[in-house]
């Protein structure tokens, strides 16, 4: 089990190992939860560069974009 300590920012790093194990690496995004009183971190791989959604979403030219922000686009024309 690993303890970190937050810093007055609430901050704290995730270990090395824990990092690796997960494929985790600068620059990616990480949902943070409450779930049932525990707080949890998962690695999150596909959102919409504009709204921060997971559902729905589609690549479009090495981007993820979800369909109400398409369509949003669309409208905007």
Do not use: W
């Amino acid at each position: 089990m690993n303890f970190r300590v937050l810093d007055k920012l609430g901050r704290i790093v995730i270990p090395k190992k824990v990092r690796e194990e997960l494929c985790i690496k600068a620059g990616d995004n990480i949902k943070i939860e409450i779930l049932n009183g525990m707080l949890t971190l998962s690695k999150v791989s596909k959102i919409c560069v504009f709204c921060a959604r997971e559902v729905k979403v589609t690549k479009i030219k090495n981007k993820y974009v979800c369909s109400d922000c398409v369509q949003g686009l669309s409208l905007n024309k």
